[in-house]
């Protein structure tokens, strides 16, 4: 299970949005690239200011480039504007943002900046093992159970707790090696899932 699935339900919820943006000529890949650039802009802000009350912004805006992807998807379906460009800066775009929304954890006391970089990595190879799913002759592979809407959530929450001071001693270091074996755990999935894909 995993919070991907309730993707149709936000999909609907935003459709009506996504039908004005539409109207007035915005783009999916103006939409993908905004997306990205807020999220490196904010992750280096952090890096830079690392105050735990700053860290209340990052739940909000995980929320926002969720929704932020679930529009430029439905752009570019629904209103024939896939594109070849678009598929490389929709895949490209999610690992460098996830990296700058993670990366600011490495410079706060609470946690290990080595089990922080090792979370980044895992979460870049999850991506790319979805993607390879399509080089097998699968589908784009969004196996959990820690996708990026998964750990976006998880990350939020995280945040959301340091930013409200709310107490981490005795199971901060015990975070980010457990979100590394579930992105580990995420990985096997999706080979095991796109082989079986392939081979049907």
């Known amino acids: 299970m995993s919070i991907y699935a309730l993707k149709p339900k936000f999909q609907a919820l935003l459709r009506p949005i996504v039908r004005r943006l539409h109207a007035v000529g915005v783009t999916a890949n103006q939409v993908t690239l905004i997306a990205c650039l807020v999220s490196v802009a904010l992750g280096i802000w952090l890096c830079l200011q690392p105050q735990p009350v700053l860290y209340l912004w990052l739940p909000l805006w995980m929320f926002l480039r969720m929704a932020f992807n679930a529009v430029d998807g439905m752009l ?17 775009t999610d690992v460098i943002s996830d990296a700058c929304l993670y990366l600011p954890f490495a410079f706060l006391p609470h946690f290990a900046p080595l089990w922080v970089g090792v979370f980044i990595a895992l979460s870049i190879v999850v991506e790319m093992t979805g993607v390879v799913g399509l080089m097998v002759g699968a589908s784009r592979r969004y196996d959990g159970p820690f996708g990026k809407s998964d750990r976006a959530f998880v ?3 995280l945040a959301l707790a340091i930013g409200l001071g709310l107490p981490v001693q005795g199971w901060h270091a015990f975070v980010f090696p457990l979100m590394s074996m579930l992105c580990g755990l995420t990985i096997w999935r999706r080979v095991q899932r796109g082989l079986q894909e392939a081979q049907s």
């Open 155 to 157: 990350i939020g929450a």
């Open 76 to 92: 570019a379906r629904e209103f024939g504007q896939k594109s070849k460009l678009g598929a490389y800066l929709n895949e490209l």
